[in-house]
């Protein structure tokens, strides 16, 4: 009676349903008058959610005005629009120095993350040698 240990690898593949998938795949496949029972309900039953409408004005091409209409519109749409930056951000900035320095200081990356040459093949494989733990003669004679 001989006691053995045994590894055995296997590959299996699966699919894996989520929730969110599954609900996916339950929404899909409903009518619209389906689905907008199940919303209704689900409105009725989750005190968070909210039911929002969305108001699209159509607007003539012959309109003189239009392109007026359509900025005033993106100015209402735009909610960073009554945000005051500048204020806001009067704190962070320093008023004595010029900004622009800073600002393009913050987009540059990081001098670590710069090389002043990119590494070739020479310099891979040297580097690989280093790794290897070589008498110094054989050392050498692969470094030549």
């Not at 609900?23 to 209704?40: F, P, V």
């Not at 733990?133 to 054989?138: G, I, K, Q, S, T």
Request: charge should be negative.
């Amino acid at each position: 009676m001989a006691l053995e240990q045994k590894l055995q690898l296997r590959l299996a593949q699966k699919l894996v349903m989520t929730p969110s998938l599954q609900q996916a795949i339950k929404l899909l496949q409903m009518t619209r008058l389906e689905l907008q029972n199940t919303l209704t309900q689900e409105l009725v039953e989750n005190p968070v959610l909210e039911e929002t409408e969305i108001v699209q004005e159509e607007t003539s091409d012959t309109d003189e005005d239009s392109p007026e209409l359509e900025q005033e519109a993106e100015e209402e749409a735009d909610p960073m629009a009554e945000i005051d930056l500048e204020a806001y951000f009067n704190d962070y900035l320093d008023a004595s120095g010029p900004t622009t320095n800073t600002f393009e200081a913050r987009q540059a990356p990081p001098l670590e993350n710069t090389l002043s040459n990119e590494p070739d093949l020479y310099d891979h494989l040297l580097w690989q040698l280093h790794m290897t733990e070589l008498p110094a003669a054989r050392r050498e004679i692969a470094e030549l």
